[in-house]
């Protein structure tokens, strides 16, 4: 299951219990939204919550990062698990984002806020 918001500088999604091609469908349909009205999204995944994902899952979301590879600027990981952490590793071979793993939402959101600060302070 997801919790998907909009936020001003980023997409929060926050997975709970687990990740699926369902749930990944439904992130990929948001993020779509996002490029097609805003460029190059931020994107906040809190996966603090996360029991565990699908093979399915897993394989579009190589997919759909292979496919979209210059559509992220900052992606901001919130996770407590080594796992978690060494797949981001692996995601930045697959992605131009900027990827960091924060340990708690409020590191991440002030990361992701940072990218803003800095654009609007360019202009």
Known sequence: ??????EPNYLHVA????????????????VLYEIRFRGAVNLLFDLTEMLGYTLD????????????RRDFKRVAIVADD???TWSAWLNQ???????EVFSDVD?????????????????
């Open 93 to 99: 071979l697959l992605s131009e984002a900027e990827i």
């Open 107 to 123: 590191a991440a959101q002030g990361w992701l806020n940072e990218d803003m600060s800095d654009v609007e302070a360019a202009a």
């Open 57 to 68: 899952m897993a394989l579009e979301e190589i997919r759909f990062a292979r496919a979209h």
């Open 15 to 30: 997975v709970l219990s687990e990740f699926t091609v369902h749930d990944f469908r439904e992130f990929e349909e948001e």
């Open 82 to 84: 080594q796992w978690v």
């Open 1 to 6: 299951m997801l919790s998907i918001s909009h």
